[in-house]
């Protein structure tokens, strides 16, 4: 069974930093492009961040962008979210998923609170 793990949430104050991480299980994870989603409460999910299979491309949304950065480590099966400079606004529950043809695979989520 696939699995998508997130974890590195957590309550930070305005400004500060966090590192997402999700690791990734049973699957072929260097032949899926991957993203992380947010989804802030009474909010739709959105995309935050996607990077390609391999690493060379990243796209960002435009709320995040100089401030998050989205990376991969092919020989861990694991991606990554820098997220520096944060706002109260990017306090939501973040999802990373996985992405190939017609398959996609969600994480749990791990809640980010940036509050002071």
């Known amino acids: 069974q696939v699995q998508l793990v997130e974890s590195g949430g957590g309550l930070v104050q305005p400004g500060g930093s966090l590192r997402l991480s999700c690791a990734a299980s049973?699957?072929?994870?260097?032949?899926?492009?991957m993203s992380w989603y947010r989804q802030a409460p009474g909010k739709e999910r959105e995309l935050v961040a996607t990077?390609?299979?391999?690493?060379?491309?990243?796209n960002y949304a435009d709320s995040v962008k100089g401030r998050f950065t989205i990376s991969r480590d092919n020989t861990k099966n694991t991606v990554y979210l820098q997220m520096n400079s944060l706002k109260p606004e990017d306090t939501a529950v973040y999802y990373c998923?996985?992405?190939?043809?017609?398959?996609?695979?969600w994480g749990q989520g791990t809640q980010v609170t940036v509050s002071s």
């Open positions: 049973r699957f072929t994870f260097s032949n899926y492009a």
């Open positions: 998923n996985a992405r190939h043809l017609d398959f996609s695979f």
């Open positions: 990077i390609t299979n391999l690493g060379g491309t990243t």
